[in-house]
């Protein structure tokens, strides 16, 4: 299968703090990838890339056979690539509805604004919202809050998904249904890359899995491989702690 | 309900002239170029909420344009429409600039837009006479005609921003500026082209002040600097869309209405305080009433209310 997305030596630099340092990966078609390192290993800063927010210092993304990364990121939505951000990004005094017509109306497609609401509202039933459709979105609990951004970026139709840290802040009942919903969604055919800070949560549901440290991706494998990797259990609990556990396992 | 006053108060408008006298006319003028003014701020302010204190650039360089137009033979009408397609390319241009800012930064920016017209008017003494003042051709009409002339205009003027103000609520141009308003981050992701929706919304926002300011150098017959660049005419619009509600279309209107009333009938007698009232009445507003006295406005009260209760 053809790559989707794929990133070429990829740099940006903040200043003198090197944020993502030489990055190459292809995600495929259909794929639930995931994307996992400590705090402040460049997550945000790769997803950021693709999505147009900031320009690579060098290197290139393409989409497809496009090279999208010196496209601005309203563009690059419109293209049919949709994110949700880490700190939910409603529209507060719009109702939930509105803000998933937003979507619809703007990167969907979507001709009039009463098509957006049609539209809006079975990605409403989708993510289980349809009942407070008329609710501001301000008066949403968190996890009602992740669906509505979930809900917002399936309105824009996108064929990849770049979801950024969904579950944090959630309690593990609610994890395991934005879970449920993720693989709705791949079954859907979107790709979807799923920036996690937990690594339990993104072993459940993905096939393949990218390890960012310190700007660098350490390892891109199957979960089972990648849980295994010494330089990735370094990554996340210090060099003493792998050299203990690297001698101790099988 | 709404539409049937809209049409009594259309008719009424019309009318007026042939059941007023010049004074009463005047204050009307004034009042429709006011509606103008806080409907054209409204797209900038209101729906987009980008807080832009540029109208008195605006409505200073429509009117120096139609002036200096005017000096140069063009015929009156043809001079308002020009000064208001300068106004109008004048924002396209300044908004590519300045539209990047945000909040504070982008205020300060259009604040100052005023100030730097004002210097260039004063020094570009050739065309504009400088700090003397410019004088329009005198119109060979009677004093009531001329009055009758100048409401009508701007009554055309104020009609038109409400209609455009109308359309634009219900169009996806609307529904864009008010994602920017509420999350311009947000907005970019569902693929909004924010700049170039901003730009659009600045630029209606200098059309009617520029043809305002056109009319009113035709109907004043003398303009000079410190007059058309006056900072007020960049707060007063502000005040009067606050008062009625950002962002609804009806809402400018009724707060240029309101706002005519209190400088008609209270300020007149507090010349030497009516500045002051002016900021207090600012701080009052976006502290007790940030919605407007329209559309919930009472919510802070009511809010206040519900906590006392047990």
């Known amino acids: 299968m053809s790559a989707m997305l794929r990133l070429v030596n990829v740099f940006r630099r903040f ?122 979105a301000s008066a949403l609990t968190l996890a009602n809050r992740k669906r509505l951004e979930l809900a917002k970026s399936l309105a824009t139709n996108p064929r990849l998904l770049l979801l950024d840290e969904v579950n944090a802040g959630l309690n593990a009942a609610e994890i395991d249904a934005a879970l449920d919903l993720t693989r709705m969604i791949a079954e859907r055919g979107i790709t979807i890359l799923l920036i996690e800070h937990m690594m339990k949560v993104v072993l459940t549901v993905t096939s393949r899995v990218l390890v960012l440290h310190h700007g660098e991706l350490i390892a891109d494998d199957t979960p089972g491989t990648v849980t295994r990797d010494p330089r990735v259990i370094e990554a996340y609990l210090g060099p003493k702690f792998a050299t203990r556990y690297g001698s101790a396992a099988p | 309900m709404t539409r049937l006053l809209l049409v009594a108060a259309a008719l009424l408008i019309l009318a007026l002239p042939a059941i007023a006298d010049n004074y009463v006319l005047r204050v009307a003028t004034t009042m429709l170029m006011y509606s103008a003014l806080a409907l054209g701020w409204n797209f900038i302010g209101g729906f987009a909420g980008y807080p832009s204190f540029a109208t008195a650039a605006f409505f200073g360089l429509g009117a120096y344009a139609s002036g200096v137009l005017q000096t140069k033979g063009l015929p009156m009408v043809a001079a308002w429409l020009l000064a208001g397609a300068i106004a109008a390319l004048f924002a396209a241009a300044l908004g590519r600039a300045i539209l990047h800012l945000r909040g504070h930064y982008f205020a300060i920016a259009s604040l100052v837009v005023a100030e730097v017209l004002r210097e260039v008017t004063n020094s570009a003494t050739d065309l504009t006479g400088g700090g003397m003042g410019l004088n329009l051709p005198v119109l060979s009409a009677d004093v009531t005609t001329q009055a009758r002339l100048f409401y009508y205009a701007t009554f055309v003027v104020a009609a038109t921003a409400l209609a455009t103000a109308a359309l634009v609520a219900r169009d996806r141009l609307g529904f864009g500026l008010r994602c920017i308003q509420q999350n311009e981050d947000a907005a970019i992701v569902l693929g909004i082209n924010t700049r170039r929706y901003k730009v659009v919304a600045f630029t209606l926002s200098a059309v009617f002040p520029g043809l305002c300011g056109a009319i009113y150098a035709s109907w004043v017959n003398y303009i000079d600097p410190t007059d058309v660049y006056d900072v007020l005419l960049s707060v007063k619009p502000i005040v009067m869309v606050l008062l009625g509600g950002a962002g609804t279309v009806l809402g400018a209107v009724y707060g240029a209405f309101l706002f005519l009333l209190m400088e008609e009938l209270v300020w007149r007698n507090l010349l030497e305080f009516h500045a002051g009232l002016l900021g207090i009445i600012v701080v009052c507003l976006v502290l007790f009433l940030p919605h407007g006295l329209r559309g919930g406005g009472w919510a802070f009260w009511r809010g206040r209310m519900g906590e006392a209760a047990p």
């Open chain 1, 15 to 136: 200043g003198g703090l090197v944020a993502v340092n030489d990055i190459s990966f292809e995600l495929r078609a259909g794929e639930i990838v995931g994307l996992i390192g400590p705090n402040g290993a460049g997550k945000t800063t790769l997803v950021n890339l693709i999505t147009g927010v900031h320009r690579p210092g060098g290197g290139e993304i393409w989409y497809g056979r496009e090279r999208i990364d010196r496209l601005s990121p309203d563009r690059i939505a419109r293209r049919g690539i949709a994110r949700t951000f880490q700190i939910v990004q409603p529209f507060p005094h719009m109702t939930v509805l509105e803000n998933v017509a937003g979507g619809a109306l703007f990167a969907g497609g979507a001709p009039t604004i009463r098509e957006a609401k049609d539209r809006a509202m079975e990605h409403l039933e989708f993510t289980g919202l349809s009942a407070l459709a008329e609710r501001p």
